[in-house]
């Protein structure tokens, strides 16, 4: 079956940096799109990133871009999520998340957490000083 394991969360202080990893396996096609969510105490699980199975489209949130990069690396089935400038806003439980992309997420969907049917454990990523 599908499985996402996420990595890579941690402490930092505001400015710095991570790097989380989701190690993704199982899939029968290798046309999968994958997202990170994250999820706050008391709020919602928001959309931060989703990156095509061929790494071409990329969407961000308003939040994050210009400081979050993602990327994926197909022969490894690894997919990154490059945070920079983090900020105390940005602390929360990390999710990777995977959809197939036949009728999966596009430009208009992607922030949705009913695109995803599968979903990692999640990671935490606390920001503070």
């Known amino acids: 079956q599908v499985q996402l394991v996420e990595s890579g969360g941690g402490s930092v202080q505001p400015g710095g940096s991570l790097r989380l990893s989701c190690a993704a396996s199982?899939?029968?096609?290798?046309?999968?799109?994958i997202a990170w969510f994250r999820q706050a105490p008391g709020k919602k699980r928001e959309g931060v990133v989703c990156i095509s199975s061929s790494g071409s489209t990329r969407h961000y949130a308003d939040s994050v871009k210009g400081r979050f990069t993602v990327s994926r690396d197909n022969a490894k089935n690894m997919v990154y999520l490059e945070m920079n400038s983090l900020k105390p806003e940005d602390t929360g439980v990390y999710y990777c998340a995977g959809a197939m992309e036949l009728l999966g997420p596009d430009s208009g969907t992607w922030y949705q957490v009913s695109e995803y049917r599968y979903w990692g454990q999640g990671t935490q990523v606390t920001v503070s000083s």
């Open positions: 199982g899939f029968n096609s290798p046309y999968y799109a």
